[in-house]
């Protein structure tokens, strides 16, 4: 692996973490929302995350004479929607409870959300740490050259 495998990776990473953060932000502001897109109350969403080759890129310029092992990024495979069932709050009152006065609220737990939305962020965080070392050591390679 060379140095800049490992800039395309923590790159990989740092585009799957921002889809995730994105994803609990829309979750918690959506935590009370009654009606989503498809009429009900919204149903939460999570990010399935897979490994993904990669190559090309700014590294593939640099091939020859290079042993370059094959590496597997992060993408994000799917963002899947919860199928659990809303829970149900007596409000009469509200304009959006069903006959017997129950108003349905997304399944969504704002503590659970944060969680996801810390370990994203330190998640983004370390990724960040890999590519600021992965320059450093290009900056310091190169400097040595010179």
Known sequence: MNLFGVLNISGSGLAAERERAEVVASNLANADSTRG????????????????????????????????????????????????APREVYDPSNPAANAQGYVAYPNINPVEEMADLMGAARSYQFDLSAVQASKNMISDSLQILA
């Open 37 to 84: 897109p498809a009429g009900g109350p919204y149903q939460r969403r999570s990010v399935i995350f897979s490994a993904s080759p990669v190559n090309g890129g700014f590294a593939g310029s640099f091939q020859a004479g290079v042993v370059n092992a094959q590496a597997d990024g992060v993408r994000v495979a799917a963002v899947v929607t919860d199928t659990a």
